[in-house]
């Protein structure tokens, strides 16, 4: 069966520190790969997707980016964190099914607190 | 036209009512309808969902009703228990639209009271 592990469950950085948050899947190959942001009394908003080793799509501009380095491995980083960047992180993946919409698993999320 | 309007925001139901969560949506293109339940401090969980060839889907105590020419859908839980407590999101996706990613309501906090 497929599992979808995301780490650490929760986080307190400084700001102006880095981030790294990562994703990994098992138990499926060649996944869409996502990151959400949580902000309380929100709802989920994308951030980034993959669809491949390498091939990142971004939906809004911000202070973060991330990463696929391996198929089942996904990272959100940012350089320098801002208060804004606090937020609830969801990672998530969904069978990349050509020409039909699936739906998409949840990792446990990250609970990041810039102080 | 890629939002998804989720009503209401907050919903308060006694053991054993009804709860009735209502998403509206512009893009006719969207072709998957899901529901998701979170608990807090938890990802969200797919709880049912519904294509537009169908109108209703029931599953359990849950059913999503779909109507494509009002571009609405809604879900209903009967029977609702104090475990049913949590927040619920409608999305909806499109694949032809950004890999079929899909585009979440602001979602509805539902308190069940015993």
């Known amino acids: 069966s497929q599992t979808i592990h995301q780490w650490p469950a929760t986080l307190v950085q400084p700001v102006g520190s880095p981030l790294s948050l990562e994703c990994t899947v098992e138990?499926?190959?060649?996944?869409?790969l996502y990151w959400y942001r949580q902000a309380a009394g929100r709802g989920l908003q994308l951030l980034f997707y993959?669809?491949?080793?390498?091939?990142i799509s971004s939906e809004v501009p911000q202070n973060l980016s991330a990463s696929r380095p391996q198929d089942r491995q996904f990272i959100l980083s940012s350089k320098k964190l801002l208060l804004s960047d606090s937020g609830f992180y969801l990672c998530?993946?969904?069978?990349?099914?050509?020409?039909?919409?699936?739906?998409?698993?949840f990792g446990q999320g990250t609970r990041l607190t810039v102080v | 036209q890629q939002q998804v309007k989720q009503s209401p925001q907050s919903l308060i139901v006694q053991k054993g009512g009804i709860s009735i969560i209502n998403c509206a949506y512009e893009?006719?293109?969207?072709?998957?309808f899901p529901w998701y339940q979170q608990f807090p401090g938890k990802g969200p969980a797919l709880l049912i969902a519904?294509?537009?060839?169908?109108s209703e889907k029931k599953e359990g105590r849950f059913t999503i009703s779909f109507n494509k020419s009002a571009k609405q859908f809604s879900l209903h839980i009967m029977d609702s228990q104090p475990g049913d407590s949590a927040t619920y999101f409608c999305?909806?996706?499109?694949?032809?639209?950004?890999?079929?990613?899909?585009?979440f309501g602001k979602g509805t906090k539902l308190s069940v009271k015993p």
């Open positions: 998530a993946w969904s069978v990349r099914d050509r020409g039909l919409s699936t739906e998409a698993f």
């Open positions: 138990g499926t190959s060649n996944p869409n």
């Open positions: 993959s669809v491949g080793i390498g091939q």
């Open positions: 893009n006719t293109a969207f072709d998957y």
């Open positions: 519904i294509r537009p060839d169908v």
């Open positions: 999305a909806a996706s499109h694949y032809g639209g950004s890999q079929g990613n899909l585009i």
